[in-house]
């Protein structure tokens, strides 16, 4: 059974802050998307990595994929109140078919 | 506007009583899946359909129904409902089962 392990579950920083989520499977996915959502809402995809090692970045988010593809990170610098909110990790496997979602990382920005 | 709709967005009911959260996609997607969102369980897949007539169960299939008669619309039956089921619901299509997911708006379902 694919797992993914999202951490931390919960931060609350001050405005301003730097901060890293992280992502780790001991499986190996073909993708790793990171959504965000806010209350009220669903999800919404902020970006997709497919390569190992890559990087992306999104504004203040950075995106990093594993070299072996199997963990993620999501760093965001300069945290701003606007930030606050739930961030998903989801791994994706074109073998499977499966897309498995990591368990959540709450977000408080404060200002 | 590519979109995902569910219907509807809050319902409070007693525990029995038979109910549907409709779905529908206007992005002409294949697949589409329903999850329950609950605390510290994140989002937990119920049933998924890979096409029209083509359904399956996810991971917490137990209490749920579902259909796929027409592939814009994948409405989730809950036909005796329990306190158990009171949870955050969000209906999903995407282009593959693995791809990019677009999510509906969310029901927030409470059995009484």
Redesign the interface.
């Known amino acids: 059974t694919q797992l993914l392990e999202q951490s931390p579950q919960f931060l609350s920083i001050q405005e301003g802050e730097n901060l890293t989520v992280y992502c780790n499977s001991s499986s190996v996915f073909s993708s790793l998307q990171w959504y965000r959502q806010e209350p009220g809402e669903g999800p919404v995809l902020l970006v997709t990595v497919v390569t190992g090692g890559e990087v992306k970045k999104l504004k203040r988010l950075t995106f990093q994929f594993g070299d072996a593809r199997k963990d993620s990170s999501l760093h965001i610098t300069a945290a701003q109140p606007g930030d606050t909110g739930l961030y998903l990790c989801a791994g994706g496997s074109s073998n499977t078919g499966k897309l498995i979602f990591g368990q959540g990382t709450t977000l408080q920005v404060k200002p | 506007e590519a979109q995902?709709t569910q219907n509807p967005r809050y319902l409070i009911t007693v525990t029995g009583k038979k109910l549907t959260v409709t779905c529908s996609q206007n992005m002409n997607h294949e697949y589409m899946s329903w999850y329950r969102q609950d605390p510290?369980?994140?989002?937990r897949q119920i049933y998924y359909s890979m096409n029209v007539e083509v359904t399956d169960k996810g991971d917490v299939p137990e209490g749920y129904k579902v259909s796929r008669k027409e592939k814009r619309n994948f409405p989730l039956i809950l036909e005796s409902p329990s306190p158990n089921q009171t949870s955050l619901y969000?209906c999903?299509s995407s282009s593959?089962?693995?791809?990019?997911?677009f999510?509906?708006?969310?029901t927030r379902l409470t059995v009484l």
Request: aromatic letters at 18%; proline letters at 6%; glycine letters at 24%.
């Open positions: 995902v510290g369980l994140g989002l969000f999903a593959s089962s693995y791809n990019e997911q999510f509906g708006p969310g």
